[in-house]
């Protein structure tokens, strides 16, 4: 049987897991290591999702279900930042779709190309990968009017 010498000088193994000292890139140098990176599909539907919400006009993303489900969500004070949002990842292109309720009166196509441009940027800027298209599909228009009937019926609930 071998015993090791833990007194002596520290091993001279060749794998990876060796104890060399470890050299970071310094600040402007790439690092040269390799590996794969794996983004997972609903960190990108996120990352859109984020981008669509923050475009002017929107009033909330997704469809009817979508939606009463996120409201379900929003009582329990849990979000879900990728309703409304479908995407297609591959190695290194990217294809979205975002269902919308826009705000009235607000210039659909404006808000549409908005959206585009905000989600366009934020994957390639944030998940480095190529967004091949942005779909915008307008289910709906929120009107004012709508949040001021809803409140007598929420005052009748209670």
Do not use: C, F, W
């Not at 983004?39 to 923050?54: L, P, S, T, Y």
């Amino acid at each position: 049987m071998d015993l090791i010498d833990t007194t002596g000088p520290a091993s001279t193994s060749k794998s990876p897991r060796s104890r060399a000292p470890i050299s970071l890139p310094l600040a402007g140098e790439s690092a040269t290591g390799t590996g794969k990176t794996v983004i997972n599909d609903g960190v990108v539907a996120k990352v859109a999702g984020i981008a669509a919400r923050e475009v002017s006009g929107v009033h909330a993303l997704g469809g009817g279900a979508a939606r009463a489900l996120g409201a379900i969500r929003e009582a329990m004070n849990s979000t879900d930042v990728s309703q409304g949002i479908s995407v297609e990842v591959g190695e290194t292109q990217v294809a979205v779709d975002v269902t919308i309720v826009a705000e009235y009166p607000v210039q659909l196509q404006q808000v549409a190309d908005d959206i585009r441009s905000s989600v366009i940027r934020a994957i390639e800027d944030l998940v480095g990968l190529e967004v091949t298209e942005v779909n915008v599909t307008i289910i709906d228009i929120h009107l004012p009017s709508d949040d001021a009937d809803a409140e007598p019926s929420k005052a009748a609930l209670r």
